[in-house]
C-alpha cells in the first residue's frame, strides 16, 4: 500500500470487525499462556521428584539432583518456544489496545494518518516471531526458571554439604560430587558454567530489552 494514500475512517461495522479481532487474539494468547504454566509446572514437579529420590534417606545419591537439570533444560528451551508465540498474540493484542482502543475512548480520532494499521495488517500478512528464540529463554529464566535453577543448585549443594555426615573438608566435598569416572572438580565445574550460562542469558535478555525500550527506532515496532 503506498504510503502516501490516506485511508479513510472506519465505518461502524469494520470497527466491529476489530472488535471481535481483538477477542480472538485475546483468546490466542490466554491460551499460549496456559501452556507457559504447563510446562513450569513440569519443571516443578521433576524438580520435586529429584528432591524427594535424593533426600529420602541419608545414603541417597545426589544424582537425580544433576539429571533432572537436563529435563529442567528441555522445558526451559520448550517454554521459550511457546512463549515466542504468545508474544505474537500478546503484541497484536497491545498494538490494538494502544492504536485503537486509547484513542477512540479518549479522543474518538483512531489518528489514521499515523498508518498504525498498515503495521498490523504487514503483521497478518506476513507474521513472524517479534523476540528471538534466546531473548525468550532469557525472559522465562527472569520470569520463573531462576527460582527454579536456584533451588536445584542449593538442593544439591546443600546435598554435599550434609550426606551421609556433615562435610568435614573441601576435599571430601569433591570426593562426594565425584560421578563414575567424572573426579568431583569436573562435576562441580561443569555445574558452575551451567548455573552461570544460564545467568548470563538472563542478564543479556534483561539488558536488551531495557536497551529496545530506551531506544526504539521504529515507533511503530511491535514484540
Sequence with gaps: MDNLTPRAGLDSAEMGVIA??????????????????????????????????AYSSP????????????LIVFFLMLEARRYRYFNVWRAR???????FMVPMLTEGDL???????????????????????????????????????????IAYLGKLVVHPEP???????????????FPGWLVLGFG????TSWGAIALWSARSDAERARHRSDPLGMG
Design 20 to 53: 471481535h479481532l481483538y477477542r480472538g487474539e485475546i483468546y490466542r494468547s490466554t491460551l499460549w499462556r496456559t501452556r507457559l504454566d504447563t510446562t513450569t509446572n513440569w519443571s516443578v514437579v521433576t524438580l520435586g521428584v529429584a528432591l524427594s529420590i
Design 93 to 99: 493484542c497491545r498494538w490494538i489496545e494502544l492504536h
Design 59 to 70: 545414603q541417597a545419591s545426589p544424582l537425580p539432583l544433576v539429571l533432572v537439570g537436563i
Design 192 to 195: 558452575c558454567f551451567y548455573c
Design 111 to 153: 489518528h489514521m494518518e499515523e498508518r498504525w494499521q498498515d503495521r498490523l495488517a504487514e503483521d497478518y500478512r506476513r507474521p513472524s516471531y517479534h523476540v528471538s528464540m534466546w531473548t525468550a529463554v532469557g525472559r522465562r529464566i527472569r520470569r520463573n526458571y531462576f527460582w527454579i535453577l536456584l533451588i536445584q543448585t
Design 167 to 181: 562435610l568435614q573438608s573441601a576435599g571430601e566435598l569433591l570426593e562426594r560430587a565425584s560421578i563414575g569416572p
